[in-house]
């Protein structure tokens, strides 16, 4: 059986005080229950990451750490990127890679993905691979290929046992921040197709590798996808930056 997840994705918001005081409410939310039907992650901006740890291992909370990009080399004359080793250190779960806003905006490729993805596995650490198609690649009717190419590319040379581990999040480009919304049928249908993928090059670990939704996912819909078998999980965006809103999304059962 796969474990649901839910991760929230701060990206360039919160400084480490508010990042202190968003866990904390967070938390108050949530019942120890909660936390053994699903993995809840927040993944802060950088310089909150010790700051929240902190919070997590002194209060012994069930929320898990996550961070929003990583370099692949171990260390060197990069300035400004953050290696896989410096994560782990501060105990972070699972590493975001290859989200679309990189993607688009920082102009990373498939390979560049699967490098990341190798080196936060080779630190100890779970990744998040993002892939989905653009509102032009959907209108045209190329997000299978689109997908399919990604999910390929961005997990090449990956053990099937390690596949089995990870998470990738199918997140439409067309639905991140835009108020427009997958339908829950075309959220499970793309999300079936990315398992059906893994399962040509990794064979039966596409049943535990975990497939999660992201897509402006607020309270009201959340329940909708998470009914769909092939949707283990969400990655949550602006909706994860109000305690009681993520809240409502991570116990989306109730």
Same mark, same amino acid.
């Given at each position: 059986m796969r474990k649901d997840l839910i991760a929230g994705n701060w990206k360039m918001n919160t400084n480490h005080l508010e990042a202190i005081q968003m866990v904390q409410k967070l =938390?108050?939310?949530l019942d120890p229950s909660d936390y053994d039907r699903v993995d809840v992650v927040v993944c802060p901006p950088f310089t909150s990451l010790r700051s929240v740890q902190t919070v997590i291992e002194t209060d012994h909370l069930g929320i898990k750490l996550g +961070?929003?990009? *990583? %370099?692949w080399h171990e260390k060197g004359a990069f300035t400004g990127e953050i290696a896989p080793a410096m994560l782990a250190k501060l105990r972070v779960s699972y590493v975001i890679v290859g989200h679309s806003e990189r993607r688009q905006l920082f102009g990373e490729t498939d390979q560049i993905v699967n490098k990341k993805a190798k080196a936060v *596995? /080779? +630190?100890g650490m779970t990744p998040i691979v993002c892939v989905g198609e653009t509102e032009d690649q959907r209108d045209a009717g190329e997000e299978e290929q689109v997908v399919r190419s990604q999910v390929r590319a =961005?997990? /090449?040379a990956i053990d099937p046992e390690t596949v089995a581990s990870l998470v990738v999040a199918y997140e439409p480009i067309w639905a991140i921040g835009t108020g427009r919304t997958a339908s829950a049928d075309d959220a499970g249908a793309m999300c079936a197709f990315v398992? %059906?993928?893994?399962r040509t090059f990794a064979g039966g670990a596409a049943d535990d590798v975990r497939v999660l939704y992201g897509g402006s996912v607020n309270p009201g819909n959340i329940a909708g996808f998470m009914a769909k078998r092939d949707v283990d999980g969400a990655l949550v965006g602006g909706a994860s930056l109000d305690p009681d809103t993520f809240a409502s999304i991570v116990r989306y059962w109730v």
């Open positions: =938390s108050y939310r +961070a929003q990009n *990583v %370099d *596995v /080779a +630190a =961005s997990l /090449a398992r %059906d993928e893994v």
